[in-house]
């Protein structure tokens, strides 16, 4: 499981940089999005991998007399549920900057009329055919 | 001490009003009074600390500010602070006075007298702290409010360049002074001034006792415009007059002389004190004193006048003996009350004439008489004739300084300081005759004697310059026997007459020698011109300039403007990063493996593999997003499998959130576009990504090969007891790190807010041209707006579905939401789900009808939710418990049994609020934009038919 993990990760790390680099600003919202993916799976496989080890206490099994028993036998039986909540906010958060950056490249498509990520002047842009191929309703 | 608060708070209070009042009051009278009024109220308030300072006690007072950093703001008011106390306060009564008469009418008030206040008010600060952090402070804001005051005039070029350079100059000694004062409070242990002088053996014997010296020097040299920092105090001359004098002649300047005398009982035994501070003022004391006799311009010449004497102090203290720093708090004293009078008169002299060039100026003494027996007053006492003040100074000085070239046996610094009185006494003599007596070079057209509230300062300070020098027991005893106590055990007395000694001689030499060089100034001059120059100035301006050309090639380097180069660079310095800390870990391990069924590896490759294709098909948007939603789905299924079902359910919703909001925006963007890209440049980036992803997994490996340690087993042992929970996963989020979930809201909040004023704000502008480039204002449509069924509504079958499954996805949206603390749920989720239902009839029935039938302000819901978190958490403040902390009660109910309340869904629902609100508020939004494009498309096909059809 480690290994198929930390290459899924790679891969998702790998195409939203590659992605991100992209002059036109969909290919970055692309990007965004599998780089997101990437980085909440990486906190979440750094609390180490527990299969079938849901963070949802059991009724029974808590109590003050057992706590030591309980305490020690917490690894095997309880995924680590510190990176879960910081990925449940990572989640919303990078919703929030998707939705941000989403809106921010209609913005600059419908304002600017450019998809370009590059503000060089002596490069050439890549701005989309001034309507040409856009979607008329 | 109470009074000491209000001897400090006063001018600050003054300064304030002024600001206030400056929206209504115009009138010059009120400023000045406010400002002068609050001098002498602080003034008296500070009677009683300074009765109990003669009566041997120390007047204190202490306002805990960081106390966790060990910072107070603590006042302690010691003989050097008192008697500084009151030149600031009586000096600066006195300008308050002088300037109600020198301001024109279109100078604002407000903004001269408001700064004056904050500035007598910084420099009180700055005398009395005992705490070395708050000294800084207040070193910083006498820097600032001598910034405003020196441009003032900022229409004027020359007042704008002095200003900054000025504020440039002082607040980089500013800087130093901090770094030295940390270092001292690091070798102490505390920033009270009076425990580090408790413990100056420990202090003296510390490695940073030198840096420190040298920093706190450059921080005194700079404000005291000591060689090479000088060329400031020459430019500050822009500043009106009153300010010169205030700031530039008795009281800022002179910050610096209070520092090194502040510092002198730790520091001047330091084998590099008497070199460094002696060798550094009588430099300057020499310097300037030979560069004052050659200036064209009379304030020029008063402000090279004064580095001269301000170098005069620093040598003083620089001898390092008790005599010779109680000598400078002499000087110090006499020069405030002389220069401050010549200023005052320079300032008279250019208000009636309106020019400051000696070439210019002469015989005034004929017509104005009073202010020229005063300011010549002023001029002999700088000159050191006796028996004015300025003699009083110079002859204990001289007296010090013999004393301790008896001690070294060497007389150089006697001969020296011989030299540069010579030229003290030459350059004062210089602007008494040039201004006063010589012949004018034209007669003056309505030159006459100034209003009263400008001569009554020049004729007191005048007067004092004699009264301090005849009846020196009176006038001088009291306040030097205070300011010199901090200096030296035992205060000598001050007396005019020390008898035929050394000193006496040497100030005879002075007086003479002086009219001789005045009688040879003109040839002396012709010389100095033809001298190669030295410029502080084009130094200055060198510095500057190469600095903001360095950094403006940095910036133009570093921005360019293209976001592919940016993300290189910061790709490349984590790369950097993490790998050097990889290779100091033992580069890599492998870990060990937990076998895995299959299936799941099919899981595996199917991401891999959308994630890949998602890549390929970036420039096809539809296929791309396609792809984007299968790697989603995938993720969520390794949720499932890495034991994390909440995480599993919330990025459920948000991938529907995701695709809704993806396909919106590709209502207005081409659905595909050329590949334009050079192929070099997407193998060079494909290169770099494979690197980073290989780095990534080889990291995740190395990690999983590293035992392991959590603090999650505190949340597992206490979510119970502590929370009532038993979703641990939830009980963190709204619980244990509520302010980390609130701060998150906040984000999503302000997020949602700025997506709004992206799209709205400029929504009443909207228009489009018409062929004669009017612009076209369109009403809006009552159109629908779908995804799916472009224009006309949608389908019957999304219709029903969305009927259908609203009110049973809401209950599952409240089930979720309530179960959220002891099972997978909780306020993100729920506010997704219900998210996702309401976008639902969104796409069925369009935007226009679904915001109708439900009519809710998305901003509002935003604000509410906010809130509710955000008093759940004051809440529980207020009941005693520390910000966010949850309480949870239980509850009996007729047919439900028993349930549970915790305080922590309250802040749950808050979450909930702001998550749905943001999301509804995009998409209906997006909505509206779509709408209103295609109603504008409309409009310019209809403008153009029309046209047409003309």
């Not at chain 1, 906190?43 to 808590?62: F, H, Q």
């Not at chain 2, 207040?138 to 000025?166: D, K, M, N, P, V």
Request: net charge neutral.
């Amino acid at each position: 499981m480690e290994l198929q993990v930390a290459i899924v990760i790679g891969t998702l790390f790998a195409t939203g940089i590659y992605l991100l680099m992209r002059r036109n600003t969909f290919s970055l919202l692309l990007g965004l999005s599998l780089l997101s993916h990437g980085i909440n799976l990486f906190i979440l496989a750094s609390g180490r991998i527990r299969m079938n080890a849901v963070p949802v206490l059991d009724g029974g099994k808590v109590s003050l007399t057992g706590m030591k028993d309980f305490v020690a036998t917490l690894p095997q039986q309880y995924a680590d549920p510190l990176p879960q909540a910081l990925i449940l906010t990572a989640i919303v958060i990078s919703f929030a900057v998707t939705a941000f950056a989403a809106v921010l490249v209609y913005r600059t498509y419908t304002y600017a009329k450019t998809e370009s990520t590059n503000l060089e002047q002596n490069e050439p842009h890549s701005e989309p055919e001034g309507g040409e191929g856009a979607w008329k309703p | 001490m109470i009074s000491l608060w209000f001897v400090i708070g006063l001018p600050f209070l003054a300064s304030l009003i002024s600001l206030i009042l400056s929206v209504q009051v115009k009138r010059r009278n009120v400023y000045a009074f406010i400002s002068a009024a609050t001098f002498a109220a602080s003034l008296i308030a500070a009677l009683p600390s300074l009765k109990a300072l003669t009566e041997g006690q120390i007047p204190q007072g202490v306002l805990p500010w960081v106390p966790s950093l060990g910072i107070n703001l603590s006042l302690r008011m010691e003989g050097l602070g008192a008697m500084f106390t009151v030149l600031i306060l009586v000096i600066g009564f006195l300008i308050a006075i002088y300037a109600n008469g020198y301001l024109q009418a279109d100078d604002p008030p407000a903004r001269f007298f408001g700064a004056l206040s904050l500035f007598g008010g910084s420099m009180v600060g700055v005398v009395l702290s005992d705490d070395l952090i708050a000294l800084c402070i207040f070193w910083e804001l006498t820097t600032i409010s001598s910034f405003l005051l020196i441009g003032y005039w900022f229409h004027r070029e020359r007042a704008r360049y002095g200003a900054y350079q000025s504020l440039v100059v002082t607040a980089l000694g500013g800087l130093a002074l901090l770094a030295g004062v940390l270092m001292l409070g690091y070798a102490s242990g505390s920033f009270e001034w009076s425990q580090i002088l408790q413990v100056s053996e420990k202090v003296k014997k510390h490695h940073w006792f030198t840096p420190a010296l040298l920093l706190i020097l450059l921080g005194s040299f700079t404000k005291s415009a000591q060689f090479p920092f000088h060329f400031w105090l020459p430019n500050a001359m822009e500043a009106p007059t009153p300010v010169s004098a205030y700031l530039h002649s008795a009281t800022m300047v002179k910050a610096g002389v209070f520092l090194l005398a502040k510092f002198h009982p730790l520091f001047h035994h330091h084998p590099l004190w008497f070199p460094l501070v002696g060798g550094v003022g009588l430099l300057t004391m020499l310097w300037a004193s030979y560069v004052a006799l050659h200036q064209r311009d009379m304030k020029a010449l008063l402000a090279y006048s004064t580095v001269s004497q301000l170098g005069f102090m620093t040598a003083l203290l620089g001898l390092g003996t008790e005599e010779g720093a109680a000598a400078a708090v002499l000087v110090l004293l006499t020069h405030a009350v002389f220069k401050a009078a010549l200023f005052l008169s320079a300032g008279i002299v250019e208000h009636e004439t309106h020019t400051r060039l000696f070439d210019e100026l002469g015989g005034l003494a004929k017509e104005m008489p009073v202010t020229s027996t005063f300011a010549v007053i002023a001029a002999a006492a700088s000159a050191g004739l006796p028996p004015l003040n300025g003699f009083l100074g110079k002859e204990f000085a001289f007296e010090a300084a013999h004393h301790f070239a008896e001690k070294t046996h060497s007389s150089l610094l006697l001969f020296l300081l011989t030299i540069a009185s010579i030229f003290t006494a030459s350059y004062s003599y210089r602007f008494a005759w040039e201004v006063f007596f010589k012949r004018p070079p034209q007669p003056y057209t309505r030159v006459h004697e100034p209003k009263e509230f400008l001569r009554l300062p020049v004729i007191l300070l005048g007067s004092l310059c004699v009264l301090m020098g005849i009846a020196a027991s009176w006038f001088v005893q009291p306040l030097f026997s205070i300011g010199a106590s901090t200096v030296s055990e035992a205060v000598p007395k001050v007396k005019l007459w020390h008898g035929f000694g050394v000193p006496f001689f040497m100030s005879l030499v002075a007086i003479f020698g002086g009219a001789l060089v005045m009688a040879a100034r003109k040839l002396l001059t012709d010389l100095h011109l033809r001298l190669p120059q030295w410029n502080g100035d084009k130094s200055y301006d060198l510095l500057t300039k190469g600095l903001l050309n360095g950094a403006e090639l940095l910036t133009n380097t570093l921005q360019s403007g293209s976001l592919r180069r940016y993300l290189w660079i910061t790709v490349a310095f984590v790369i950097v990063g993490t790998a050097s800390l990889l290779l100091q870990g033992g580069w890599f391990k492998f870990p060990a493996i937990q076998p895995v069924p299959p299936t799941t590896i099919v899981l595996s490759a199917v991401l891999v593999t959308a994630a890949i294709l998602t890549a390929v098909f970036q420039t096809k948007r539809l296929l791309a997003v396609f792809s984007l939603s299968i790697v989603g789905v995938m993720v969520i299924a390794h949720f499932i499998l890495l034991s994390a079902p909440d995480l599993a359910l919330t990025q459920l919703v948000v991938e529907v959130a995701t695709l809704l909001l993806f396909l919106a925006v590709l209502v207005f963007l081409p659905k595909e576009i050329a590949d334009r890209e050079p192929p070099a440049a997407k193998w060079q980036d494909a290169a770099l990504a494979l690197f980073v992803g290989i780095g990534v997994t080889t990291l995740l490996l190395s990690i999983f090969a590293f035992p392991f340690e959590t603090v999650s087993r505190y949340y597992y042992a206490t979510a119970k007891e502590l929370a009532g929970g038993k979703n641990v996963v939830n009980v963190i989020l709204v619980d244990y790190r509520g302010y980390d979930t609130l701060g998150e809201i906040t984000v999503m909040g302000i997020a949602g807010l700025g997506i709004y004023s992206l799209i709205r704000l400029r929504r009443r502008l909207t228009e489009t041209k018409s062929e004669k480039d009017e612009p076209v204002y369109i009403d809006l449509p009552p159109e629908h707006w779908t995804l799916g069924a472009q224009g006309k509504g949608s389908t019957p079958l999304i219709m029903t579905v969305a009927r259908i499954v609203l009110v049973p996805g809401l209950l599952v949206g409240l089930y979720l939401f309530w179960r959220g603390h002891n099972a997978p749920g909780g306020g993100f989720i729920a506010g997704l789900v219900v998210a996702a239902l309401i976008g639902l009839q969104y796409i069925a029935f369009g935007e226009n009808r679904v915001r109708r039938a439900f009519h809710v302000n998305y901003r509002v819901l935003i604000a509410l939710g906010w809130l509710s978190a955000l008093l759940t958490g004051i809440g529980a403040f207020l009941l005693g418990f520390p910000f966010l902390t949850s309480g949870y009660r239980y509850w009996h109910l007729p047919i439900l049994g028993e349930i549970e309340i915790p305080s922590a869904m309250f802040f749950d629902l808050g979450v909930l609020f702001v998550v749905a609100g943001v999301v509804l508020m995009v998409l209906s939004l997006l909505g509206e934009s779509a709408r209103l494009e295609r109603a504008r498309e409309t409009a310019e096909i209809k403008a153009d038919e029309r046209a047409k059809a003309r």
